[in-house]
């Protein structure tokens, strides 16, 4: 079964709202099985123009999962925090694990 991974980048505008949001969004994520393989780091641009602040990846069971939380009612007031606190671009990745 395909994973489902969340990809974003995301540049803070107010640091102590987003401080709120980043406290409280994990337990979310976990009530819906996902978990943090990124979590901010210094990202590092190795070819391209984009360069991202902080970048955050999560992994779900399956992308069916990651949407559910997603569009949770537990997620749309974190989300509407984070949108307050942050630019922010949001990705949905479809990945298989490595034989």
């Known amino acids: 079964m395909p994973k489902g ?3 974003a980048e995301v540049d ?6 987003f401080e709120e949001y980043r406290t409280k969004v994990p337990a ?3 009530k819906y099985g996902g978990r ?4 901010g780091g210094d990202p590092q641009t190795l070819e391209g123009d984009r ?4 970048l955050v990846i999560l992994e779900f069971d399956s992308p069916a999962r990651l949407a559910e939380w997603y569009h949770s009612p ?3 007031p974190l989300k509407e925090l984070r949108q307050r606190s942050a630019k922010t671009n949001v990705l949905l990745l479809t990945g298989t694990e490595a034989p």
Request: hydrophobic residues 45%.
């Open 36 to 39: 943090y393989l990124v979590r």
């Open 28 to 30: 979310s994520i976990a």
């Open 74 to 76: 537990d997620y749309a």
């Open 5 to 7: 991974y969340l990809l």
């Open 12 to 17: 803070i505008t107010d640091p102590a709202l």
């Open 51 to 54: 360069s991202p602040r902080r």
